[in-house]
């Protein structure tokens, strides 16, 4: 008698019953689950980074190009007026917030074999005092982000002294 407890013992302690193992699965699935949602948003976070961080060079290359141009006491850089903007009126301020402006990919260009064309420059120049010899100059950069619809972006302004 002895002897046959012994083996019911060892026997019932062998391996993992049906309810354990299915535990155990539940478990993991459910932790799996877990980790692919956060690497789907992680995954998100990244494309949303890299595309403030184009916006980002592309808004400040335009500054550059417009603090290099020659703003003279009567008229604004012909550069200007070659992307459609007249002296009369060279305001895209507006147009900032709503993704209207030049539109080009991470490339600065609008050639779509170099990526897609998402991306839209709008800047705005502004005279500081009466008579128009500091300029603030601001460039905005924005995208849409089509999971949200949203638009996002980035500002850079800076001021520039008229050229005699």
Do not use: K
């Not at 026997?11 to 539940?26: I, K």
């Not at 080009?104 to 009466?130: C, E, I, K, Q, R």
Request: proline share 2%; net charge negative.
């Amino acid at each position: 008698m002895n002897r046959s407890l012994f083996h019911r013992r060892t026997a019932s302690t062998r391996g993992f019953t049906l309810v354990e193992v299915m535990v155990a699965s539940a478990l993991l699935g459910a932790s799996l689950i877990v980790m692919f949602g956060f690497h789907a948003q992680a995954v998100r976070s990244n494309m949303n980074a890299r595309r403030l961080t184009d916006c980002t060079y592309l808004a400040q290359t335009q500054m550059e190009r417009l603090q290099a141009a020659d703003w003279t006491a009567t008229s604004q850089p012909t550069s200007l007026q070659d992307a459609g903007m007249s002296d009369a009126d060279y305001d895209m301020w507006s147009a900032l917030e709503q993704g209207t402006g030049v539109e080009v990919n991470a490339a600065n260009n609008d050639d779509v074999s170099l990526g897609p064309v998402m991306y839209s420059v709008s800047w705005d120049v502004t005279p500081m005092d009466a008579d128009s010899t500091w300029l603030r100059l601001r460039v905005r950069c924005n995208y849409e982000d089509v999971a949200t619809g949203f638009y996002h972006g980035t500002t850079v302004s800076s001021f520039r002294f008229r050229d005699s």
